[in-house]
């Protein structure tokens, strides 16, 4: 059974940064793509970044390019989003996620079987 466990979240001042690390278990970890996802209180989950199984692919939202990195290790089985330069407008719950097929990229939800329970990340002002 797979195991997506994210951790890393917590208050920081605007402008600050954070470290997510998301681990998972019970999959071949180095032949799925991974997602980060974030939902904010009365808004739709959207993507945040997603990486290829390789690292040779990413993909960032538009609100956090420039500012967030995604990287992973597969000998660790985990992945990573940097968080710099936050802003209030970061806030909500961010949740990891693989990919429902092998060696398949996308950034959409629904093609990401396997979630974490997420970590609040919340940025004052």
């Known amino acids: 059974q797979v195991q997506v466990v994210e951790s890393g979240g917590g208050l920081v001042q605007a402008g600050g940064s954070l470290r997510l690390s998301c681990t998972a278990s019970?999959?071949?970890?180095?032949?799925?793509?991974m997602g980060w996802f974030r939902q904010a209180p009365g808004k739709e989950r959207e993507v945040v970044s997603c990486?290829?199984?390789?690292?040779?692919?990413?993909y960032y939202a538009n609100s956090v390019q420039g500012r967030f990195t995604i990287s992973r290790d597969n000998a660790k089985n985990t992945v990573y989003l940097q968080m710099n330069n936050l802003k209030p407008e970061d806030t909500a719950i961010y949740y990891c996620?693989?990919?429902?097929?092998?060696?398949?990229?996308?950034?959409?939800?629904?093609?990401?079987?396997?979630w974490g329970q997420g970590t609040q990340v919340t940025v004052s002002s």
């Open positions: 996620a693989r990919a429902r097929w092998r060696l398949v990229f996308t950034t959409a939800a629904e093609n990401f079987g396997d």
């Open positions: 019970g999959l071949a970890f180095e032949d799925y793509a």
């Open positions: 990486i290829n199984w390789g690292s040779s692919r990413t």
